[in-house]
């Protein structure tokens, strides 16, 4: 066998490539990591909302273009871990409904090939993986899951929790977000996340958080059939005379090319770099990129439509780990809109500094700092539905061009307004019901919908599906075209619900993981039975 030869090459380290990596291990097969990115420096900066959020200092300086041509700089990082190093680590699983057909005002969320339970004893090992922290049954819209969370939810800070009673008061059900940190908050001394404000956007200076990097790459490269090579950017893949089989996987490193073989190859660069390899890969044999007869590879991009709304109450909001409380009760719809809506959660507190990052439109002689004192940082995330049009191209510089049109706009107008008629009814007992009528006696939100370049949620853009001609891959992520390409980033979902991505990517790549394992006739296969048996 010679030196750059594998049975199996994983290209990229983040919720899907980095699971997988760590699943895979302990089968004592050559494994092949290649990340584009380097580790995360750690260093004082990683919690310094100047650094991160005003500068940008860890997205990349990559820029692509859009639909008119205009560049973007898109809000996206490349280091071990991938995005997870940044993420708010709120782990949701999708409502069972969400994989069967949604009607929504705007169009059709179309069904997945599978089903909610063929995917719920992963999800189940994703969570304690992950180590999620959360209470199960609070959650109106929450699936069916065979076991409980394994640790806690992590408790509301008093103005949170006074929010969550006036929401009770007010009819509507809050629960606590299911989040990845590292958090003992009945031995705060041992523990190892010390529940600071600079989560949700950061990196963990004190590898507290559930990411990609700590709990799989670190744990992964400790078996010494794992090779992890970093600043390793995959630049294209090569077929055999077929055009049936991955040959070759074309690598820049240290200024130079380098081809590695392999039986398997899994690409997991996120849905907007996964389509672009593809797509960059394009041979004779492939002509409109590879695995993609279907002309699906890059299309039905989604990102969800998300907006970050800020109520600025009277009260002062002195929290600091802001994102424990979720609202679905209007994820399926309403009384009076009989459409899905999607979901209101929070970001990370804002303060003054990030707040000039992004400066919404603010009332004269209000400071950013009497703001961010003042306000609920509310997220709200509704479905954006797969439509052809919004996709991945390469121009012929190789350069990434994201064309998308916002679609199934009024469910998240809908959503918006539900949340505020919510906090209308909301109390406090200083100020009474006048409490969120604002600092100057009125109602006050600030806020905005997160633009094109907020690519964190991307996916869908090579979409699983049982018929050849409509998906790019099957029900194991395996390209239709070819017999040893995979994908298992967020490339793969065929509608993106209205709850976070990650905890869905985790559970497929351990989902498809098994399915490795027994290709490649490895002997620990998982406990997990469920491995559906098409191909
Ligand atoms: C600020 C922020 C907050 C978020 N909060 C949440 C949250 O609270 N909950 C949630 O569920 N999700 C959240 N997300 C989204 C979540 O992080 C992503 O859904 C998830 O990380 C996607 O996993 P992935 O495997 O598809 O891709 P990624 O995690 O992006 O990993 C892709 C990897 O591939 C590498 N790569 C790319 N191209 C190449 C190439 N050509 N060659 C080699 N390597 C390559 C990249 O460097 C990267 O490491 C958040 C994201 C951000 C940015
Ligand atoms: S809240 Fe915990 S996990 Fe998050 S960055 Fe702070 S210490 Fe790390």
Redesign the pocket.
Known sequence: MSGNTYDVII???????GTLAYHLAPSGKRILI????DYVPREKENWDPQVVNVDAHYNTRESWLDKDGKELHP??????????K???????RMRKEDFGELRHQGGISPAWPISYEDLEPYYTQAEELYQVHGNRGEDPTEPPASAPYLWPAVSHEPRIQQLSDDFTRAGLQPFHVPVGVMLDEKNRHASRCIRCNTC??FPCLVHAKSD?EVLCVDEAVKHANVTLLTN???KRLETNSTGREVSAVVVERNGGLEKYSTDVVVV????I?SAA?LLRSANDKHPRGLANSSDVVGRHYMGHTNSVLMAISKCPNPTIFQKTLGVNDFYFGAKDFAYPMGHISFVGKLDAITLKAGAPAIAPNFTLELMARHSLDFWLTSEDLPAPENRVTVDRDGRIVLTYTPNNLQAHERLQAKLKDAMKQTNCSVHGHECHQGLFGRNLYVGQRIPLAGV??QNGTIRFGRDPKTSALNVNCKAHDLDNLYVV???FFVSSSAV????T?IANALRVGDHLLERLGATNVSTSKTMLSTV
């Open positions: 290209i990229g380290t983040g919720a899907g490539g290649l990340e584009r990115g809000h996206t990082n490349y280091y071990v871990g991938g995005n997870t940044f993420y708010g680590a709120a782990l949701f949700d956007g990609a390793a950017f995959v997991s660069c996120g849905a770099n390899l964190a949620h980033d967020a490339s976070n991505p990650a905890l990517i």
